[in-house]
C-alpha cells in the first residue's frame, strides 16, 4: 500500500484541494477591498476578486463545502488504507482518524491561513483564478445552502444600522499606514481631522463681545443698508435690548435681493429663528444642527443660559483649513 503511487497522487489532491479552500476564505476575510478596487481598474482578474469579497457571505459556502468534501474524503482514505495495513477495524479506524485530522489541520487549516493573512493580496488573486469553476461544479450544493441559509436569516432580528465609529476609521487608517498606502504625515492629518470633530463648540466661537449685533430697532432705521454694507460679516444677529436676547439672524444676501426685488419690505419678515446650542456641543452635532435647521450660524450658551458667543460654519472650516495647513507646513504632507 505504502508503495502504490496513485493512492498517494490521490491523498496529495485532496490535501490540496483542502488547502485551497482554507486559502481562499481567509485571503478572502483579510484582503484590502481597496487595494483590490484600485488593481480592478486595469485588470480583469481583481474584478473577479472584488465580487467574490463584496459577496463574501456566498463565496464563504462555496470554501465550506469544498473543505467539508476535501475532509470527508482524507478521512475515508485514511480509513480505508489504515484497515487494511493492520487488518483490524477497531485500531486503523482510530489511526485513520488521528492521522487525517494531523494531516488536515496541518495542510489545509494551518498553513493555508497562515499564508492567506501573511500575503491576502498575493493569495485572493491566486485562487480567484479557479475559483469560478468550483462555484459552478458546487452549484448544486450550493444553492441548497444558501436558500437555507436565507431561510435561517428571516427569524434574526434586524439589527440597527451598523455605523463606523470612529475606532473603526482609526484601525482601518492605521493598516493602510502599516500597509504603506498612507504615510506618517497623512496619517497624522487624518487623525487631527477625527480629533477636531469631537472639538467643543466653545473652543471656536467668536466671544459675545467682539460680535457684531444689529437691535431690533435698528432695522428700521434709514440707513440700515449702510450698516450691512460696512458689516465684515454676512450673517448678523438681531438683538432686542441686549446680545443676550439675540431673536433672530438676518442675512445680509438675501436683505439686499429683498429689497432689490421689492423697495418696500419689513426687514423683520427676513430674520430666520436662531439656533441656540450649548457650549459642550461638539463640532459633529454643531453640523448635524446646521443641517437640521438650515442654517449656518449658531448662538452658543453658557450652563447658565447666558450668550458667550456665536459660530458660524465659516468659523468651523477656517479652523479646520488652518490646523490642516498647520500640520502641511511641519510635515510637508503633501507630495507631488
Given at each position: ?48 476578486t ?76 491566486f485562487?480567484?483564478?479557479v ?14 445552502f ?26 482601518i ?15 497624522k ?51 432686542r ?25 419689513d ?21 448635524e ?48
Amino acid at each position: 500500500m505504502f508503495s502504490d503511487p496513485i493512492l498517494w497522487l490521490i491523498l496529495i489532491i485532496i490535501l490540496i484541494f483542502g488547502a485551497y479552500f482554507s486559502l481562499a476564505e481567509t485571503a478572502f476575510a483579510a484582503v484590502d477591498p481597496i487595494r483590490i478596487k484600485v488593481l480592478s481598474d486595469s485588470s480583469k482578474l481583481p474584478k473577479k476578486t472584488l465580487r467574490y469579497i463584496e459577496e463574501f457571505d456566498r463565496s464563504v459556502i462555496v470554501t465550506v463545502i469544498g473543505s467539508n468534501i476535501s475532509s470527508v474524503l482524507l478521512s475515508t482514505l485514511s480509513t480505508i488504507f489504515f484497515i487494511q495495513l493492520f487488518q483490524d477495524d477497531g485500531v486503523g479506524t482510530l489511526i485513520a482518524t488521528i492521522v487525517a485530522a494531523l494531516l488536515f489541520y496541518v495542510f489545509c487549516d494551518t498553513i493555508p491561513k497562515v499564508i492567506g493573512r501573511g500575503l491576502p493580496l498575493q493569495s485572493a488573486l491566486f485562487v480567484t483564478v479557479v475559483f469560478g469553476f468550483f462555484k459552478i461544479i458546487f452549484f448544486p450544493m450550493y444553492l441548497l445552502f444558501f436558500n437555507f441559509n436565507r431561510f435561517l436569516k428571516r427569524f434574526q432580528k434586524k439589527e440597527s444600522n451598523a455605523t463606523m465609529t470612529e475606532e473603526d476609521f482609526s484601525s482601518i487608517v492605521e493598516k493602510q499606514h502599516q500597509e504603506g498606502t498612507l504615510n506618517e504625515s497623512e496619517v497624522k492629518l487624518i487623525q487631527s481631522a477625527i480629533e477636531f470633530s469631537d472639538t467643543a463648540v466653545k473652543d471656536v466661537l467668536t466671544p459675545i463681545d467682539k460680535v457684531f449685533g444689529i437691535s431690533e430697532s435698528a432695522l428700521y432705521q434709514a440707513d440700515l443698508a449702510e450698516i450691512l454694507i460696512a458689516s465684515p460679516f454676512s450673517r448678523v444677529p438681531i438683538y432686542r435690548e441686549s446680545l443676550q436676547h439675540i431673536i433672530g439672524v438676518l442675512s445680509i444676501r438675501t436683505y439686499f435681493q429683498s429689497i432689490q426685488k421689492q423697495r418696500q419690505i419689513d426687514p423683520s419678515t427676513l430674520i430666520k429663528k436662531p439656533y441656540f446650542v450649548s457650549s459642550k456641543v461638539t463640532i459633529d452635532e454643531l453640523f448635524e444642527g446646521y443641517k437640521k435647521y438650515r442654517t449656518h450660524v449658531a448662538i452658543v450658551k453658557d450652563q447658565q443660559g447666558l450668550v458667550i458667543g456665536m459660530v458660524t460654519m465659516e468659523d468651523v472650516l477656517e479652523e479646520i483649513v488652518g490646523q490642516m495647513e498647520e500640520i502641511v507646513k511641519h510635515t510637508g504632507v503633501i507630495r507631488g
